[in-house]
């Protein structure tokens, strides 16, 4: 009777044990699906690994991981990140990505990808780590219509119709593979320099300050006409060249603009502003062509590569280091003219003191 009583408190107290984890599995909906979730040493986290999207890098609120040569992003990355449609089915265990009428179908689990209405197979199924549903980067970005280029430590993803994207971009055909394509970073520069916001708010004060220029120009050679010393027009000659010429050359063909064209005109207002010889002119303006220049470099790129390395667009900083470096070598080039200029002037003067 003993052994029986023993008997019947053994098994009460099992099921006691047992039954907890069976109420928490019924209240979730499902058993755990334990052979979905990965483990920690399957996959490895990848921090060094950039992600660029649409020139700017972008942080998953979980780094990407690794799983046998494969990257994987959470869904919500693609979702927020990359601006597709997604919609989870818990019963089914599918995350569906939609764009722009095309459908990609991932199931966890499964290797088999309904990519765009045609089966695909991965080399690694998606799958749960963490409660999140960890995606295949890759061909998520192939199948919402982004062309994708990778490199062992970047993923650069650009759409076709973004034309301010300086990436190289890659061309996706139906079976997942990847050709390499054409470089846009020039296309890049140009859009980021047409539509450079600080760039045109420069736009009407630098032509106020050219007006000016042309104005003290006119005044001055009013002044120069009524005598003085015989070289007092030379320049005045040079000055008009650098403003009726210079400044329109600039403005047509740097992708800098307004920035190269404050050198030429700062210049060209210390030119006429000083009081000095003409040959003390020239150096005293060559020497302030090298200074505007590397102002005007360093203040543009203040301006703009702060803001571009806070929010870490790529883009912007490249157009910056590209871009911005256009007044120094006006100012350089300018400095080389006018002390050209000089040394002719100085030979002259000498051969006519030897003569």
């Not at 919500?76 to 764009?99: D, H, I, P, Y």
């Not at 007044?327 to 350089?332: A, E, Q």
Request: charged share 20%.
């Amino acid at each position: 009777m003993m052994k029986r009583l023993i008997l019947i408190l053994t098994a009460v107290a099992l099921l006691g044990c047992i039954a907890p984890g069976q109420r928490a599995a019924a209240q979730q909906g499902k058993a755990p699906a334990l052979g979905q979730e990965v483990l920690p040493d399957e996959i490895q986290f990848r921090e060094d690994y950039t992600i660029v999207v649409n020139g700017r890098v972008i942080i998953p609120d979980v780094p990407p991981v690794e799983r046998d040569g494969v990257i994987f992003v959470p869904l919500r990355f693609v979702s927020e990140a990359m601006g597709a449609k997604v919609s989870w089915n818990e019963q089914t265990l599918q995350a569906v990505l939609e764009w722009d009428g095309a459908r990609t179908v991932f199931t966890i689990g499964k290797l088999e990808v309904d990519y765009k209405g045609k089966p695909v197979l991965l080399s690694k199924a998606p799958f749960i780590y963490s409660e999140r549903t960890m995606l295949p980067l890759k061909i998520s970005a192939q199948g919402i219509g982004y062309e994708v280029y990778e490199q062992p430590n970047v993923m650069v993803m650009t759409r076709p119709d973004d034309a301010a994207a300086p990436a190289q971009t890659a061309q996706a055909d139906g079976k997942g593979k990847v050709e390499k394509g054409a470089l846009k970073g020039m296309a890049g520069i140009k859009e980021k320099a047409r539509k450079d916001p600080i760039t045109k708010s420069l736009k009407p004060f630098v032509l106020i300050a050219w007006a000016l220029t042309g104005i003290l120009w006119i005044l001055r050679m009013i002044g120069a006409m009524s005598g003085g010393a015989p070289d007092r027009f030379k320049d005045k000659i040079v000055i008009a060249i650098f403003l009726a010429a210079g400044v329109p050359l600039v403005l047509l063909t740097m992708f800098s603009t307004y920035w190269a064209a404050m050198v030429l005109i700062g210049t060209c207002v210390v030119g006429l502003v000083s009081t000095e010889t003409y040959e003390d002119k020239i150096v005293t303006m060559a020497n302030t062509a090298q200074g505007m220049g590397l102002i005007c470099t360093l203040f543009g790129l203040g301006l703009l590569i702060g803001p571009a390395i806070a929010e870490r667009d790529i883009a912007a900083i490249g157009y910056g280091i590209y871009v911005k470096i256009e007044p120094t070598i006006t100012g350089l080039s300018l400095s080389i003219l006018l002390n050209m200029l000089f040394g002719y002037e100085a030979r002259k003067r000498i051969v006519s003191q030897r003569g």
